[in-house]
């Protein structure tokens, strides 16, 4: 499919809303890619030729071919016998590959930060709205003179949760449990039996 074509029809059954978010996501994805420069697409390509079995098949024929070559007996040239030229030359394309490599990810990191940028919106668009559902079903049931107070959670979930505090709890909860860990391996540490050297008989 080429980044100027529609997006293909989605099975039946599915959804309007859900169409609709994959047409979307879908747009978004061919605009990213035709944005993307000349570079980007060619370190792509690279990772892509280096993750597949005809570079493996290549490398098995060259490096093979190149290794029967310079054996001793062969009635070839030795034209690298002591297969320095051969480490060298898989030693620079080691260096370029991983550095094409390194790019390719440093890419799909970004990508998957965005998206789970995109997810953390969306889950505390969702949290405020059911807390904003939660509060409106309370005040029904209050108007309708219905009873809601033998469930505590009911207030509390009422209630907006600020992200920055629950992060700070964790943190805090996370500290206080590598301190336990941490005191509990000094305590362990200290309560071992020491080896001491053995006695030399008089």
Known sequence: MTLDAAPPDPPSGVAHVVERNIRTLLRRYHREVQEEGWQERLADAITRFTGSMP??????LLFGGWIIANLPGVPLPHFDPTFVVLAMVAS??????????????????AQAEKRANLDLQISLLAEHEITRLIALTMAIATH????????????ELAQDVAPEQVLDAMEAMQD?????????????SLGSPERGRPERGR
Request: proline share 2%; glycine share 6%; hydrophobic share 45%.
């Open 92 to 109: 620079v394309e080691a260096i370029f590959l991983s550095t094409f490599i390194l790019i390719t990810q440093n890419r799909m990191t």
């Open 55 to 60: 570079f493996v098949y290549l490398h098995l």
């Open 144 to 155: 309708l003179g219905l009873d809601t107070g033998h469930d505590p959670e009911l207030a």
């Open 176 to 188: 206080q449990a590598t301190d336990a860990t941490r005191l509990d391996q000094g305590h362990t």
